[in-house]
């Protein structure tokens, strides 16, 4: 290796992704990919101390974990002193970055460029330092994080994307990113937060740090909505209207299936509130009087919990008047209730119910 590419490799991130990628894929080149490179600076500045707060949303399946890998990495090998907080959605994701980071820092190629190396005595899968304090930790956001700092925090996947409807989810995600992850830079004025994710709701992660001030938005939709032009350092990348971030990544057929699916417009266009997002009106639900559809059948749904306290599952029942495709709902009532203290109360509705038309059920 010359000692310009050497310099390259510490000084450019671009430079040191395509030298990653391509020994983590058998000598594949990862080529100049206008959006990587747009990328790539905006990350650098975050390695430079230049942007502090930046958020990333990109569609699934364009390296946008890989990117956070060898950000990390990078850092390490300019500063081996620095520590860096990985935190995600679960344990396997965390293990799986900070076995990349480690992966990279073992790199015969790296450790010729950098002085950075793993320390013998602290050098676990998901907890390993530098033999100059530093170091990285990784672990899911609902693991323990006590005691943990760091001067740069990467938040890769803050939602399975199984939660993108799960409100309560998001309500914890977001606040345990409030009040404990945002605890854990060493520095809160100096510190560095990057968070890496697709859009999966109005309110997610994202959503949630975008409507404070200071954070930086970068945010790369699979097909262009509208035409925009984005600054590459010397030169400058014109996104045309309609053209796909990754060409190469989807043929035709495929890319159709995609476009019909109800969440294109949020996981891959990562316009959360999209037109094509469902949303849920007031006006959806008209009232109705119960005595103009008296003729109808009543169906009792029932879906029981087991225990009762807060914070336990709902016991929840629910009684529509159903008319060929269309449902009403005449009652929907909730309680966190033991299963005993709930069933007498099913009986009861089941028991009025017999004798106004009729009744049909099932018992689990």
Known sequence: MTPEMESLLREKFEIFVMKVFRNLH????????PYIEYLCGELEEVASGTTRRLVVNLPPRH??????????????????????????YADHLAEHIAYGIRQILKFSWYKTVF??????????????ATTQGGGVYAASAGGSLTGRGGDIIIYDDPLNIADADNLEQIERVNRSFDSVVMSRL????????VIIAHRLHQDDLSGH???????????????????????????????????????????????????????????????????????????????????????????????????????????????????????????VSRAAIRLQDFCPKVSARCCANRGHRQWAGTHR
């Open 209 to 331: 740090v975008l409507k404070l001030r200071g954070w930086r938005h970068v945010c790369l939709p699979m097909i262009a909505p509208r035409k925009k032009s984005f600054e590459l350092g010397s030169r400058t990348w014109h996104r045309k209207k309609g053209s796909l971030l990754k060409p190469t990544a989807h043929g035709r057929r495929e890319l159709k299936t995609l476009q019909a699916s109800a969440d294109f417009e949020t996981l891959y266009q990562q316009n959360a509130g999209g037109s094509r997002a469902i949303k849920i009106k007031r006006e959806h639900f008209p009232e109705f009087a119960p005595d103009s559809l008296s003729q109808l059948p009543i169906v009792l749904s029932v879906e029981p919990g087991h225990r009762g306290g807060e914070g336990r599952s709902y016991s929840v029942r629910r009684q529509p008047l159903s008319r060929r495709s269309m449902a009403r709902a005449m009652q």
């Open 26 to 33: 058998g000598g594949e080149k990862l080529g100049r990919q």
């Open 63 to 88: 390296l946008k974990t890989f990117l956070g890998i060898c950000l990390a990495a990078w850092i390490l090998g300019r500063d081996p002193s620095a520590k860096i907080l990985v935190v995600t």
């Open 115 to 128: 002085k950075t190396r793993i320390a013998e005595d602290r050098a676990k899968v998901k907890d390993f």
């Open 186 to 193: 060493n520095n809160p004025k100096m510190g560095k937060v």
